[in-house]
Nanobody, 125 residues
Framework: QVQLVESGGGSAQAGGSLRLSCAAFGYTISYYCMGWFRQAPGKEREAVAS????????DYADSVKGRFTISRENAKNTLYLQMNSLKPEDTAMYYCAAARKSVCRGLGSNDWVTWGQGTQVTVSS
């Protein structure tokens, strides 16, 4: 069974850090673009960061550039999101996702085919 399982969410003070992990089961993530998304209550889901299959290309939402770092460890079948200098507006449910392609540029919403169950991040001021 193909499954993505996030962990590492929790509560942090503004200015603090959290590291999210996303472990894949049932398939190999090496060949695929991977990404992190988030959704706050009452808001649309937004893309946070993405990374190409072998990590050569990363992209970030403007709101997290310079603060968040996406990385992957294909040997461990795991995706990460290091979040530094957290702000209250980073509070959301965070989801990892796998795309159907190896490159991330130009992907549409239908290209993200496997999703995790989400992990909550809450940042207090």
């Amino acid at each position: 069974q193909v499954q993505l399982v996030e962990s590492g969410g929790g509560s942090a003070q503004a200015g603090g850090s959290l590291r999210l992990s996303c472990a894949a089961f049932g398939y190999t993530i090496s060949y695929y673009c991977m990404g992190w998304f988030r959704q706050a209550p009452g808001k649309e889901r937004e893309a946070v960061a993405s990374i190409s299959s072998y990590g050569g290309t990363t992209d970030y939402a403007d709101s997290v550039k310079g603060r968040f770092t996406i990385s992957r460890e294909n040997a461990k079948n795991t995706l990460y999101l290091q979040m530094n200098s957290l702000k209250p507006e980073d509070t959301a449910m965070y989801y990892c996702a796998a795309a159907r392609k190896s490159v991330c540029r130009g992907l549409g919403s239908n290209d993200w085919v496997t999703w995790g169950q989400g992990t909550q991040v809450t940042v207090s001021s």
